[in-house]
């Protein structure tokens, strides 16, 4: 399975949107493969902080529907319509 997963990591392209899945695979094989991995896991690692992973990352929370604002507005259009449907209920049982 690791391998499998190592060799289609190993074909992503320097681009930061791949900075992430670059350093989550580092770091699951930093944690499950005995001795840490060695080179490769450094090499993912490495990958990933000069494509600025975290700046990537901190960016994409700053996003919809990470900051909240999507959910925020969710949240009251169901409100809304709860509501209205349940005045519509009040004014025909009169």
Same mark, same amino acid.
């Given at each position: 399975? $690791? &391998?499998?997963?190592? @060799?289609?990591?190993?074909? =992503?392209?320097? /681009? #930061?949107?791949?900075?992430?899945? %670059?350093?989550?695979?580092?770091?699951?094989?930093?944690?499950?493969? /005995?001795?840490?991995?060695? #080179?490769?896991?450094?090499? +993912?690692?490495?990958?990933? =902080?000069?494509?600025?992973?975290?700046?990537?990352? *901190?960016?994409?929370?700053? *996003? /919809?529907? $990470?900051?909240?604002?999507?959910?925020?507005?969710?949240? @009251? +259009? %169901?409100? +809304?319509?709860?509501?209205?449907? @349940?005045? @519509?209920? &009040?004014?025909?049982?009169?």
């Amino acid at each position: 399975m $690791f &391998q499998a997963i190592d @060799k289609a990591v190993q074909l =992503l392209g320097a /681009e #930061q949107p791949h900075g992430p899945l %670059l350093l989550s695979w580092a770091v699951i094989r930093q944690l499950f493969i /005995e001795g840490g991995g060695g #080179q490769l896991t450094k090499k +993912y690692g490495n990958q990933a =902080l000069q494509l600025n992973v975290f700046d990537f990352i *901190l960016d994409m929370l700053s *996003l /919809e529907p $990470f900051c909240g604002k999507s959910v925020r507005r969710l949240c @009251k +259009y %169901l409100i +809304y319509i709860f509501l209205i449907s @349940k005045k @519509k209920l &009040q004014v025909t049982s009169l």
